[in-house]
């Protein structure tokens, strides 16, 4: 990784931890209304999500809404350096796991056959091209590039999404990226 990607990587992270809590949540629920005006989450059976961490995008607001429409949410579960995800019925039951990042239990495993899913991915920032940069495990990566017609969307806050970000070779991008601002 670059010495530059890593700078950029600690100023947005740093930026992001530094927004209030009334922004946080008022970008949070821009996000989850927007989010749910697209076509192909509006279409989607079931939404791969991920349980917001530190000062991320509250992506709670995202499940329960999906759950009250009927659709089927899958959280990812760290399983020997991979990710894998799985069905929750009742987000209130995920626990810490990896680096304390709230995870299943237990759960129906999302067989990556099931169409009509879209996957929402997390991201130290992202670019007008669909870029990401996460957070350096690589694990988003490696699950993208091994189910490719997956729906990818991108949530991050308004300062997150860049002109253009440093990729790799080996970075997958989003098909789009869903701000706090319309």
């Given at each position: 990784m670059s010495i530059e990607k890593k700078e950029l990587r600690k100023k947005i992270?740093?930026?992001?931890?530094?927004?209030?809590?009334?922004?946080?949540?008022?970008?949070?629920?821009?996000?989850?209304?927007?989010?749910f005006l697209h076509p192909a989450v509006l279409n989607a059976k079931s939404i791969l999500m991920f349980a917001s961490f530190g000062s991320e995008p509250n992506t709670d607001i995202i499940a329960l809404r999906a759950m009250d429409m009927g659709k089927e949410v899958f959280y990812p579960k760290v399983e020997?350096?991979?990710?894998?995800?799985?069905?929750?019925?009742?987000?209130?039951?995920?626990?810490?796991?990896?680096?304390?990042?709230?995870?299943?239990?237990?759960?129906?495993?999302?067989?990556?056959e099931e169409k009509g899913a879209v996957i929402l991915v997390p991201g130290t920032a992202f670019d007008r091209e669909g870029r990401r940069m996460g957070y350096g495990g690589g694990f988003y990566d490696r699950f993208l590039k091994e189910h490719p017609s997956i729906y990818r969307i991108g949530i991050c806050f308004p300062f997150q999404l860049l002109d253009s970000i440093p990729a790799e070779e080996h970075d997958?991008?989003?098909?789009?990226?869903?701000?706090?601002?319309?």
């Open positions: 992270l740093k930026e992001r931890d530094a927004l209030s809590f009334e922004q946080r949540d008022n970008d949070s629920g821009t996000i989850c209304d927007l989010l020997d350096k991979e990710i894998r995800f799985y069905g929750t019925e009742d987000i209130f039951k995920l626990k810490a796991g990896y680096k304390d990042i709230r995870e299943p239990e237990t759960g129906r495993p999302w067989d990556g997958e991008r989003v098909d789009m990226v869903i701000t706090g601002r319309e």
